[in-house]
T-cell receptor, first 118, second 111 residues
């Protein structure tokens, strides 16, 4: 079984430029998460989707960040414009969702996209 | 910021020794999960604890959920070099189902 796929793995951009990250979750996983991980810290949730619905985006900086999961499968996270402080690893994760038990049951993480903003 | 606190931040262990890492929340948790992240890798799920006082074992790893469901611990016996990495706990708050990861305990092993 294929795991969570993310692309690109690395991205270097200049500040004020736009950037987009793509995630394809494990087949059959209804819940998809985007996290931000800074060096030496744990993942911080940006947004959680149940199918195509964003059920928790309270920690997504909506002035510059946006996300979509149009068909309830793969998802895109966008930053426009990027700032220096956005340099981090962006992790996508998926899980079975509610039908697999409580929300936030076992999450499977992708390899992440390491973003460097110059 | 982190809503769940983990201690210690770093753990340097002699191979063969035991150690424990702790996770504490100010609010009651619905469940708690533990993940391991190897250097350069991504978090990998280890276990989920749901019941008050629950104890689960995976070979040399013992996970415990506190009676008040506000804290948890991971105890590793006879540490091996394969145990190197950062161990994160992630607590799901009972009141609003917000999940918070701790900052992790980074483990290094001296052979």
């Amino acid at each position: 079984e294929a795991g969570v796929v993310q692309s690109p793995r690395y991205k270097i951009i200049e500040k004020k430029q736009p950037v987009a990250f793509w995630c394809n979750p494990i087949s059959g996983h209804n819940t998809l998460y985007w996290y931000l991980q800074n060096l030496g810290q744990g993942p911080e949730l940006l947004i959680r989707y149940e199918n195509e619905e964003a059920v928790d985006d309270s920690q997504l900086p909506k002035d510059r960040f946006s996300a979509e999961r149009l068909k309830g499968v793969d998802s895109t996270l966008k930053i426009q414009p990027a700032e220096l402080g956005d340099s981090a690893v962006y992790l996508c994760a998926s899980s079975l969702g509610i039908r697999g038990g409580a929300p936030y049951n076992e999450q499977f993480f992708g390899p992440g996209t390491r973003l460097t903003v110059l | 910021g982190q809503q769940v606190m983990q201690i210690p931040q770093y753990q340097h262990v002699q191979e063969g020794e035991d150690f424990t890492t702790y996770c504490n929340s100010s609010t009651t948790l619905s469940n708690i999960q533990w993940y391991k992240q190897r250097p350069g890798g991504h978090p990998v799920f280890l276990i989920q604890l749901v019941k008050s006082g629950e104890v689960k074992k995976q070979k040399r790893l013992t996970f415990q959920f506190g009676e008040a469901k506000k804290n948890s611990s991971l105890h590793i016996t006879a540490t091996q070099t394969t145990d190197v990495g950062t161990y994160f706990c992630a607590g799901l708050r009972s009141n609003d189902y917000k999940l918070s990861f701790g900052a992790g305990t980074t483990v290094t092993v001296r052979a």
